[in-house]
């Protein structure tokens, strides 16, 4: 009998564990369900829409966006959504540069799929985007977050006081960098 299920939608760059492809809208559902199951994994550093009306407005702004784009993160072994990366307020001309937003999903947290998706998307935007800078402004007390970007590579530029507005409050980030200049991690990477 022929496979007749459908396959998932092809990846615009893949490593051995993980695939980077474009939001849709048809990903609400399973979007929304792992965001609603990772609350106690992203709070209160991350608020990913949990509601098909939220998913919708926030894939649009990813999709018609030109200073944005999304990726979402997928396990190559079934398709499932493990987690995403965002590059937001890109700016062109001398600058070529754009701000990080990811997270991982709580079944796929903890197991590398975020490094190996972090080093994907610098390979992309350094490569066919033409970004010469990737930014990552994270709240101090996020280690995770902290421990994913320092594996890839990035920087530690500064501190920035009452930077972002999160969860209703204005809040300090600390900001990490990483250019076109700089050493890549492996797409394969292991955890440290």
């Known amino acids: 009998m022929a496979d007749v299920r459908t ?7 893949a ?9 849709r809208y048809e990903d609400a559902d ?4 792992r965001a609603r199951e990772s609350e106690d994994l992203h709070r209160p550093w991350l608020f990913p829409p949990g509601t098909a009306a939220a998913y919708t407005a926030y894939a649009r702004a990813l999709l018609e966006d030109p ?15 493990a987690g995403f990366v965002n590059i937001n307020n890109i700016v062109r001309g001398s ?11 709580a079944h796929a947290a903890g197991r590398g799929l ?31 977050s902290i421990a994913l970007v320092r594996r890839a590579g990035f920087r530690h530029e500064g501190y920035s006081p009452a930077m972002l507005r999160v969860d209703g409050e204005w809040r300090d980030h600390e900001r990490w960098a990483i250019t076109a200049e700089m050493p890549l991690p492996p797409v394969d990477a292991p955890r440290r």
């Not at 490593?15 to 939001?23: A, E, I, K, S």
């Not at 399973?30 to 369900?33: G, Y």
């Not at 200073?67 to 959504?81: E, F, T």
Request: proline share 9%.
């Open 114 to 144: 975020m490094s190996e998706a972090l080093a994907l998307v610098l390979r992309h935007a350094f490569g066919p985007l033409g970004l010469h800078r990737l930014e990552a402004n994270i709240q101090p007390g996020n280690e995770h």
């Open 30 to 33: 399973e979007f929304t369900a």
């Open 15 to 23: 490593g051995p564990r993980v695939g980077l492809r474009p939001f």
């Open 67 to 81: 200073a944005r784009l999304g990726y979402l993160v997928c396990r190559r072994d079934d398709g499932g959504i």
């Open 95 to 105: 600058f070529q540069c754009g701000a990080l937003g990811y997270g991982a999903f």
């Open 7 to 13: 396959p998932h939608p092809p990846y615009l760059t």
